[in-house]
């Protein structure tokens, strides 16, 4: 329904006289003096929402520039002056002698100021250098009250990008992260032939984990040795993974693996036996809180190979409830019937 007119009638004596009740007769004389000055035509067509193809789509009273969303005011095309020149040092001396035989005696350097301020560098129409036509944006608005974001800190101590980064990646608070075991377990120094020349680089493999089931693998390329670094560790803590253990200490039962030409097996081993197999696996049982366990690498033995079948081996387990419940059958833990519980 179409605001008219006619919604807007005087006051009648009953509201009248609930007004009497919270302000004075002078209060009510200067209350009905105003809306005596305001144009009921004015209010219903002012006051409401426009509803027509041309309506704004957010609501704004329209009495303020906003920079962002409203054209800029440009200066006008008028101001365009095609005879402009700048002017020559001849002029600019002439400027300055002027400014200064009409100088002052008690000159200070508010005079100064003001004479550098207003002077004119162009010969010419003095709008076309005042308040020229451009294509530029006007400057974003400042707003009082709003301080810059803080940077995030550890214990007093900026934290970099990249780390950063990682938190939001992850979810993990530098805490956390600093507990991670992480373990560079192959460095290659490489180079790339391109029409430039050689460009050498640097490539980083790394593991990390959290001790208690959680592995992850990471790599990195990078001309500077730290950067490198820091893409691996944090490729591999991005990558973290649980990893199925039994009885928190060795795996489900031997798992195959092979990446390129590597091929090897991971062998559940009884407590004690402890982790006998070479060295990159034995980092990586370390990282994963695997403390007995058994391998055997055949055919290539590529380092970078060798870590990435290690993983897929120790992903690849399958649960002995997943295996009988896909044959069928039923699982039941022979030591707690023979052995009641004791083992």
């Given amino acids: 329904m179409k605001t008219t007119a006619d919604d807007f009638p005087p006051y009648s004596a009953a509201e009248k006289a609930a007004l009497s009740k919270q302000y004075s007769p002078a209060q009510i004389a200067a209350i009905e003096a105003g809306e005596a000055a305001v144009d009921p035509n004015d209010l219903a067509s002012q006051a409401t929402l426009r509803e027509d193809p041309m309506a704004l789509e957010y609501l ?8 962002v969303v409203d054209k800029p005011v440009r200066a006008s095309e008028s101001n365009i002056d095609p005879n402009l020149r700048l002017k020559d040092q001849d002029e600019l001396a002439s400027d300055l002698a002027n400014w200064a035989m009409n100088l002052p005696q008690d000159a200070d350097r508010l005079d100064w100021m003001k004479f550098s301020d207003n002077l004119r560098l162009t010969v010419g129409k003095e709008e076309a250098e005042r308040n020229p036509p451009s294509s530029l944006a006007p400057e974003l608005p ?22 950063r980064r990682l938190m939001l990646q992850t979810g993990y608070s530098p805490q956390q992260i600093r507990r991670f075991r992480l373990k560079i377990l192959v460095m290659r120094r490489v180079t790339n032939q391109t029409k430039m020349g050689k460009v050498a680089s640097i490539y980083y493999l790394t593991v990390a984990g959290n001790e208690r089931g959680l592995l992850g693998i990471g790599e990195g ?5 730290e950067e490198a670094k820091q893409q691996a ?41 402890g982790i006998r197999c070479q060295s990159l696996i034995h980092e990586i049982c370390k990282c994963a809180g695997i403390s007995d366990l058994a391998a055997r690498v055949g055919r ?5 190979n060798t870590v990435k079948a290690t993983v897929k081996a120790l992903l690849s387990q399958q649960f002995p409830e997943d295996i009988a419940r896909a044959r069928g059958k039923k699982l039941v833990d022979v030591r707690k019937v023979y052995y009641n519980g004791n083992v």
């Fill in 60 to 67: 704004d009273d329209l009495s303020e520039i906003h920079p």
């Fill in 300 to 304: 290539s033995r590529n380092p970078m």
């Fill in 142 to 163: 400042k707003i009082d009250g709003l301080k810059p974001r803080s940077a995030v800190t550890d214990g007093g101590v900026e934290i970099d990008a990249a780390t």
């Fill in 221 to 225: 390329k990078s001309t500077e040795q």
């Fill in 233 to 273: 560790k944090n490729a591999a803590i991005r990558n973290l993974q649980p990893i199925p253990r039994y009885e928190e200490r060795t795996i489900f039962g031997d798992v195959k693996a092979k990446v390129g030409g590597t091929e090897l097996v991971l062998m559940t081993r009884p407590p004690g036996f």
